[in-house]
C-alpha cells in the first residue's frame, strides 16, 4: 500500500484538500479545472511557466530532455503536489518538460496568482514547501536507482508510484510514453513488461496494464520503499 495519505477532499487535490477553507476557496476561485491527455505536454522545457498545475486524477512525468531527442524522468508528481515549482523558487525559466503519463484532470493557475498566494505565507506555502522537498528527495533517490538498478525492478518502482497516485487497478500508457520515463527504448519496455508479467506483477492488456500490487512489490527495488516511506512522513498533516 501506499503511504502518500489519501485523505482527499472534494477538491480531489490532496495538497489543497490539507490547506485552512479560506485558502483552498482563494485557489478554487483562482483556477480553472481542465482534462489532460497521455502524453500531453502541461510544460515546455526552457521556458517560463505561465500557469501551475494542481493534479486531480493526472499523474505527470517530469521529464529532462538531453541533445539527440533524448530524455529520462527525474519524478512523478500525482494528487499529491504541483507541477511548475520554478514559479515559487522565481526561476527565469524551468529545465524540464511536464508529460502527462496518465489520463485525467488538474486545476490550471496563472503563476503570478499562485506566487502572490504563496508570498502570503499560511498553510498553503507551507505544504508547497514540503512537497518541494519530498520531491527533491524524489530526484535524488531517482538518480540513484537509474545508475544501479535494472530496468525490471526500475519499471516496477515506476508501476507502483503511478498506481499509488491514480488508485485505479489499471494503467493507460504507451512502451514510448515509458520509454521516456525510464531512459529505454521500447523493445527494451516491452521485454521489461513481459518478464514482469512472466512474474504476475502485471497483466498486459491491448491499450492498459493492470496491476497486481503484491506481486509487484517484490520485483521493484529498495528505491520504491525508500520514497513511500519518505512521502508518508514528509507530506502527512
Known amino acids: 500500500m501506499s503511504n502518500i495519505p489519501q485523505q482527499v477532499s472534494a477538491s480531489g487535490s490532496l495538497l489543497l484538500s490539507q490547506l485552512p477553507v479560506h485558502e483552498r476557496n ?3 476561485r483562482g483556477s480553472e479545472t481542465h482534462f489532460y491527455g ?3 505536454l502541461l510544460l515546455a522545457a526552457n521556458t ?4 501551475v498545475f ?3 486524477e493526472v499523474v505527470v512525468s517530469v521529464v529532462r530532455p538531453l541533445r539527440e531527442h533524448l530524455s529520462v524522468e527525474i519524478g512523478v508528481v500525482g494528487n499529491e503536489g504541483m507541477i511548475g515549482l520554478d514559479v515559487i523558487m522565481e526561476a527565469k525559466t524551468q ?3 511536464a508529460v502527462v503519463q496518465s489520463a485525467g484532470a488538474a486545476y490550471r493557475m496563472p503563476a503570478d496568482d499562485l506566487l502572490k498566494q504563496f508570498h502570503r505565507g499560511g498553510a498553503l506555502q507551507k505544504h508547497l514547501l514540503r512537497f518541494t522537498h519530498a520531491f527533491l528527495g524524489q530526484v535524488a533517490q531517482n538518480a540513484v536507482c537509474n545508475r544501479f538498478h535494472p530496468l525490471n525492478s526500475r519499471m516496477a518502482k515506476w508501476l507502483l508510484m503511478i498506481h499509488d497516485r491514480t488508485a485505479v487497478p489499471e494503467i493507460h500508457s504507451t512502451p514510448a510514453l515509458m520509454g521516456i520515463a525510464l531512459g529505454a527504448n521500447e523493445k527494451e519496455i516491452e521485454a521489461a ?3 514482469l508479467a512472466l512474474l504476475k506483477g502485471i497483466r498486459q492488456r491491448r491499450h492498459s496494464i493492470a496491476i497486481e500490487r503484491d506481486q509487484l512489490e517484490l520485483s521493484a527495488c529498495e528505491c520504491y520503499e525508500t520514497l513511500r516511506q519518505e512521502y508518508g512522513r514528509t507530506l502527512a498533516s
Not at 48 to 51: A, K, W
Open 193 to 195: 513488461l513481459s518478464q
Open 26 to 28: 482563494a485557489i478554487h
Open 48 to 51: 517560463h511557466s505561465r500557469f
Open 95 to 97: 529545465l524540464d518538460d
Open 54 to 56: 494542481f493534479p486531480i
Open 38 to 40: 497521455v502524453g500531453e
